[in-house]
């Protein structure tokens, strides 16, 4: 999602950074002075990553002293895509690394590139949305690293309470609920354009749902054979329409911000907030007593078969070919060390989960009530990724033409149209066919 606090951070890129980098991946053999095998791990350079890695290798070797690994570091954003591709045409990738999954995994030229790890024990432990984004057709190459988050309904469970209110699975549903939500005086649903990325999730949190009554539509929109304008994708746009319409939004929704918007939904201010799931940390930190007044389900969709939480699903850890011999095997455990319940423990400390994880690990017994309702669609299969792990293609003005769209200047066809129009340069740029 463009501009999002969770989102990468895109910074300007030049490749030939990548030549300056230890060489150690190029070596076979991996042996150190004191007899142990020594590899490398590249992650991103955000202070949270860091922390990760070093808590990730220290668990690591500790359960392995004849292994140690040597962290590196990178930028991350587009000049972090310029550099995994260049040290990977270069022979220079270091022996494990942590990258996107999704589409921008499939850049990479995997089946080229890595090393598959469908013979690991844990690949048996993916969800099947967490498969789909590290494979191709001939193998699973990466292992989940974080947890998931998801674009759906942040909603105030003490409303819900106190007006007798169901979670709904309709559109039809969920637009009864905001009337009888409206005659009480509350805030039906919460937006908050002067932080334009939040207008979004109307349409990208809807995807879900798309994919649920087209199973191809994601393939078929990268090869330029599915349109916005068009059902079900026009479903999106035509809800926010809808809400704006029917007097749902607080009347500050042109100004408010997202630190409004997680203040509102905790407090009771308003009733529902269409946003990413990772906001329970903000409500953590600036709303804690309400913290367990909050819960999520999906953006509905017009048929109550077709509502799935639309998920981001977490980056993956990676074996590039130039890994080899002794190398090789130490960075096969290490890898698989991720996956274990002492790997899923580094996970549950030193990072925040925002969501349920994609493999076997569970989350603690304390997180948040939010979450816990994630794990419920998990469990159910009723999850679907969001489009960006599946396509490519993302139009840098989306968070533009939602606002115009949720501020009542343009229809929704007009909005999806623009935005069928906006990708456009971005596909033709990638070499795509069909555009």
């Given at each position: 999602?463009?501009?999002?606090?969770?989102?990468?951070?895109?910074?300007?890129?030049?490749?030939?950074?990548?030549?300056?980098?230890?060489?150690?991946?190029?070596?076979?053999?991996?042996?150190?002075?004191?007899?142990?095998?020594?590899?490398?791990?590249?992650?991103?350079?955000?202070?949270?990553?860091?922390?990760?890695?070093?808590?990730?290798?220290?668990?690591?070797?500790?359960?392995?002293?004849?292994?140690?690994?040597?962290?590196?570091?990178?930028?991350?954003?587009?000049?972090?895509?310029?550099?995994?591709?260049?040290?990977?045409?270069?022979?220079?990738?270091?022996?494990?690394?942590h990258y996107n999954s999704g589409s921008l995994f499939q850049a990479l030229n995997p089946d080229q590139n890595l090393v598959p790890l469908d013979d690991q024990d844990w690949t048996g432990d993916l969800i099947d949305t967490m498969t789909a984004v590290v494979s191709t057709d001939n193998g699973v190459y990466g292992a989940p690293w974080g947890a998931t988050q998801a674009g759906a309904v942040v909603y105030n469970k003490k409303i819900y309470a106190d007006l007798g209110l169901e979670i709904p699975t309709t559109w039809d549903e969920f637009a009864a609920n905001n009337e009888a939500i409206k005659a009480a005086g509350i805030t039906p649903v919460i937006q908050t354009y002067g932080d334009t990325w939040t207008s979004q999730l109307f349409?990208?949190?809807?995807?879900?749902?798309?994919?649920?009554?087209?199973?191809?539509?994601?393939?078929?929109?990268?090869?330029?054979?599915?349109?916005?304008?068009?059902?079900?994708?026009?479903?999106?746009?035509?809800?926010?329409?809808?809400?704006?319409?029917?007097?749902?939004?607080?009347?500050?929704?042109?100004?408010?911000?997202?630190?409004?918007?997680?203040?509102?939904?905790?407090?009771?201010?308003?009733?529902?907030?269409?946003?990413?799931?990772?906001?329970?940390?903000?409500?953590?930190?600036?709303?804690?007593?309400?913290?367990?007044?909050?819960?999520?389900?999906?953006?509905?969709?017009?048929?109550?078969?077709?509502?799935?939480?639309?998920?981001?699903?977490?980056?993956?850890?990676?074996?590039?070919?130039?890994?080899?011999?002794?190398?090789?095997?130490?960075?096969?455990?290490?890898?698989?060390?991720?996956?274990?319940?002492?790997?899923?423990?580094?996970?549950?400390?030193?990072?925040?989960?925002?969501?349920?994880?994609?493999?076997?690990?569970?989350?603690?017994?304390?997180?948040?009530?939010?979450?816990?309702?994630?794990?419920?669609?998990?469990?159910?299969?009723?999850?679907?990724?969001?489009?960006?792990?599946?396509?490519?293609?993302?139009?840098?003005?989306?968070?533009?033409?939602?606002?115009?769209?949720?501020?009542?200047?343009?229809?929704?066809?007009?909005?999806?149209?623009?935005?069928?129009?906006?990708?456009?340069?971005?596909?033709?740029?990638?070499?795509?066919?069909?555009?």
């Open positions: 999602m463009k501009s999002s606090p969770t989102r990468r951070v895109l910074l300007a890129g030049a490749g030939i950074v990548a030549l300056a980098l230890p060489l150690a991946a190029c070596s076979a053999g991996g042996g150190s002075d004191d007899g142990k095998v020594e590899i490398t791990y590249l992650t991103q350079n955000a202070e949270a990553n860091v922390t990760a890695a070093k808590a990730l290798i220290e668990a690591f070797e500790d359960e392995n002293p004849d292994i140690s690994v040597k962290l590196e570091t990178q930028p991350a954003g587009t000049e972090g895509d310029n550099l995994m591709k260049t040290k990977l045409a270069t022979g220079e990738m270091e022996d494990v690394f349409v990208l949190g809807d995807f879900g749902n798309v994919l649920a009554a087209d199973p191809d539509w994601a393939e078929e929109y990268t090869a330029g054979n599915r349109k916005y304008v068009d059902e079900p994708a026009l479903e999106g746009f035509a809800n926010q329409q809808a809400g704006f319409e029917a007097g749902w939004w607080n009347e500050d929704f042109g100004s408010a911000l997202f630190d409004d918007g997680a203040r509102m939904i905790a407090t009771g201010e308003g009733a529902h907030y269409p946003i990413l799931t990772g906001i329970v940390s903000t409500i953590a930190q600036n709303n804690p007593d309400e913290l367990e007044d909050v819960g999520v389900f999906p953006l509905p969709a017009q048929d109550a078969a077709d509502t799935k939480l639309t998920v981001w699903l977490p980056n993956a850890i990676y074996i590039p070919k130039t890994t080899e011999g002794d190398k090789l095997e130490a960075a096969k455990k290490f890898v698989a060390f991720t996956q274990t319940e002492a790997g899923c423990e580094v996970q549950n400390t030193a990072m925040v989960p925002s969501g349920p994880y994609a493999n076997a690990c569970t989350l603690p017994d304390d997180v948040p009530g939010l979450l816990k309702d994630m794990q419920v669609y998990f469990d159910e299969g009723n999850t679907n990724p969001a489009l960006e792990f599946l396509s490519p293609i993302k139009g840098p003005n989306l968070e533009n033409i939602t606002v115009q769209v949720g501020s009542g200047i343009s229809s929704a066809e007009e909005g999806a149209g623009l935005y069928d129009e906006d990708v456009v340069k971005q596909a033709q740029q990638l070499g795509l066919e069909g555009w």
